[in-house]
């Protein structure tokens, strides 16, 4: 019999899990493993209709494990069903795993006080999940670019205004997810 489909430590169809987009890949795990799997997605959110993805994943066909595309998008569901084949025994089939995304955030702080030890003391756009995709640009009143980087380089750093003076500056952030077609826009105040 096939057991609940369980990604690492946590039950993908608790509420609360929830993977992001450019992160690590999500593998979801069968307790069955004696047989051969074979995996299915839901077409378009359509959880009545499946398709066959062991073509498509990266996985082989007589794995417990799923890793999840690298293309999920934000405020998404995938659902995903395991169907367990042992010998002429007929097929058991899994609960379904809707694996969740996490929600899509657009706020931009806009003051930065670079040198203190307050909250703005360097610009937190962390929550946004900027990809590896994305792209941040910072010009100057002028129009000229002072700061650029790949939206995941705020994972793990905090940009505090590399040194510029204090002033008025403008960002420009793209996503390039495939969903949020607008960037977004916005000035950012440098105190010092």
Not at 26 to 46: C, F, H, M, P
Not at 87 to 110: E, M, Q, W
Not at 154 to 162: I, P
Request: one cysteine or more; glycine letters at 6%; aromatic letters at 10%.
């Amino acid at each position: 019999m096939v057991g609940k489909a369980t990604v690492f430590d946590k039950v993908l169809d608790d509420s609360n899990a929830e993977i992001c987009p450019d992160e690590p890949s999500t593998e979801i795990k069968l307790d069955e493993s004696r047989g051969v799997i074979q995996w299915y997605e839901a077409l378009k959110n359509d959880t009545s209709l499946y398709i066959e993805i062991n073509a498509n994943a990266i996985l082989s066909a007589n794995t417990q494990t799923l890793t999840t595309p690298d293309d999920l998008l934000f405020e998404h569901i995938k659902y995903y069903k395991a169907k367990v084949k042992n010998g002429v025994c007929p097929a058991v089939i899994s609960n379904i795993v809707p694996v969740r995304t996490c929600k899509l955030y657009d706020f931009v702080p806009n003051a930065l006080t670079p040198g203190t030890n307050n909250q703005n003391s360097f610009w937190d756009i962390a929550k946004l999940k900027l990809s590896s995709r994305s792209t941040v640009t910072v010009f100057n009143r002028y129009g000229i670019e002072v700061f650029s980087q790949k939206g995941d380089y705020f994972k793990t750093n905090n940009w505090e205004g590399d040194g510029l003076p204090a002033g008025t500056y403008y960002y420009i952030i793209e996503r390039n997810d495939g969903i949020n077609k607008e960037p977004i826009k916005g000035d950012l105040t440098i105190m010092r």
